[in-house]
């Protein structure tokens, strides 16, 4: 079983930057991906980037590309997701995942293990 912990979500400003964390913890393979989504109120959970296991392979949603950035610490077992030039539109529940295998995954069934989720919310 594995266990994710994100955090750094908040209230912030349009224009502001915010860093999410999200810790794993517990029975990690070799190789896995994380995943960053997003779910917003009435809306269905939607990807927001993936990053493979050794940082090869990057994926980022058209919504947020240019404008996001995800990062990994495998020492750590911690991935990042810099959020820079923050729109009101970005606000929502932000998840991690681990999806067992390499590459890099943009559908949510794919992943094996989730977050709590934190909140973001981007005031105009």
């Known amino acids: 079983q594995v266990q994710l912990v994100e955090s750094g979500g908040g209230l912030v400003q349009a224009g502001d930057s915010l860093r999410l964390s999200c810790a794993a913890s517990g029975r990690i393979s070799s190789n896995y991906a994380w995943g960053w989504f997003r779910q917003a109120a009435g809306k269905e959970r939607e990807i927001v980037g993936s990053i493979s296991w050794n940082g090869h392979m990057i994926y980022y949603a058209d919504a947020v590309k240019d404008r996001f950035i995800i990062s990994s610490d495998n020492t750590k077992n911690t991935v990042y997701l810099q959020m820079n030039s923050l729109k009101p539109e970005d606000t929502a529940v932000y998840f991690c995942?681990?999806?067992?295998?390499?590459?890099?995954?943009?559908?949510?069934?794919?992943?094996?293990?989730w977050g709590q989720g934190t909140r973001v919310t981007v005031s105009s």
């Open positions: 995942a681990i999806s067992v295998g390499s590459g890099y995954y943009t559908r949510a069934p794919s992943y094996d293990f």
